[in-house]
């Protein structure tokens, strides 16, 4: 059993290729080759293949091109497989297979800076809102200022979340004093990596930038 691709995504499809080998010593007949999609978020224009016969020390592939539910939740999934066959006058025979396929999407995340704001001269903190837009739970997230301009970090660059579900969203804080000499309000600019994993243990780093008010 080929499932081609192994992983693929709401609203996309896979096909499965099946093949089946007659490896005894008589013709079979009647050979059916059939998914169960029953409770499962995919559909498929042809549920089953037909054989008049497989002759003996033959070959068939049996192809399902199968569409994932706008709807599907990301997770593994396995199809039933059935395989039915008649030789001589026996009763019929049935074997059973299945095929596996992971559904799943590249994770949706966003950062807001929001309102934060600074005063010259006085420690303060950056709090970062992580939202997770995507319809794909990820774990292990962790976060990172990579850079900061006009401002010293006074507490670790890196903020530890874990996991964070999909439509939810989870704040990191950091420690800051500005070290601008002016007057008004200025800038500091703030460059911002997120590393996390998805389901399926796929790693992903994500940049952003985003900017932080300083009063004198």
């Given at each position: 059993v080929l499932v081609s691709p192994e992983?693929?995504?709401?609203?996309?499809?896979?096909?499965?290729?099946?093949?089946?080998?007659?490896?005894g010593k008589t013709d079979?007949?009647?050979?059916?080759?059939?998914?169960?999609?029953?409770?499962?978020p995919f559909s498929?224009?042809?549920?089953?293949?037909?054989?008049?016969?497989?002759?003996?020390?033959?070959?068939?592939t049996a192809s399902f091109d199968v569409d994932i539910f706008e709807s599907a939740r990301p997770g593994e999934y396995q199809i039933p497989i059935q395989i039915s066959y008649q030789s001589h006058d026996e009763p019929t025979k049935t074997i059973?297979?299945?095929?596996?396929?992971?559904?799943?999407?590249?994770?949706?995340?966003?950062?807001?800076?929001?309102?934060?704001?600074?005063?010259e001269g006085q420690e303060g903190k950056i709090n970062v809102k992580i939202i997770n837009k995507g319809i794909v739970d990820i774990k292990f997230l962790e976060t990172?200022?990579?850079?900061?301009?006009?401002?010293n970090l006074i507490s670790s660059s890196r903020a530890y979340i874990g996991d964070l579900n999909s439509d939810d969203f989870d704040t990191a804080e950091f420690s800051v004093i500005p070290i601008s000499s002016t007057t008004g309000s200025i800038n500091a600019n703030i460059n911002m990596?997120?590393?996390?994993?998805?389901?399926?243990?796929?790693e992903y780093i994500k940049s952003f930038?985003?900017?932080?008010?300083i009063y004198s």
């Amino acid at each position: 059993v080929l499932v081609s691709p192994e992983v693929s995504e709401p609203g996309k499809g896979f096909n499965i290729d099946i093949k089946i080998e007659n490896n005894g010593k008589t013709d079979l007949n009647d050979v059916s080759v059939s998914l169960n999609l029953k409770d499962l978020p995919f559909s498929s224009n042809s549920f089953a293949v037909n054989y008049d016969e497989l002759l003996e020390d033959k070959s068939k592939t049996a192809s399902f091109d199968v569409d994932i539910f706008e709807s599907a939740r990301p997770g593994e999934y396995q199809i039933p497989i059935q395989i039915s066959y008649q030789s001589h006058d026996e009763p019929t025979k049935t074997i059973s297979a299945s095929a596996n396929i992971k559904v799943s999407s590249e994770p949706d995340i966003d950062v807001d800076f929001g309102d934060n704001y600074l005063i010259e001269g006085q420690e303060g903190k950056i709090n970062v809102k992580i939202i997770n837009k995507g319809i794909v739970d990820i774990k292990f997230l962790e976060t990172k200022i990579e850079s900061a301009s006009k401002v010293n970090l006074i507490s670790s660059s890196r903020a530890y979340i874990g996991d964070l579900n999909s439509d939810d969203f989870d704040t990191a804080e950091f420690s800051v004093i500005p070290i601008s000499s002016t007057t008004g309000s200025i800038n500091a600019n703030i460059n911002m990596i997120l590393i996390y994993r998805d389901g399926f243990n796929k790693e992903y780093i994500k940049s952003f930038d985003g900017q932080v008010k300083i009063y004198s």
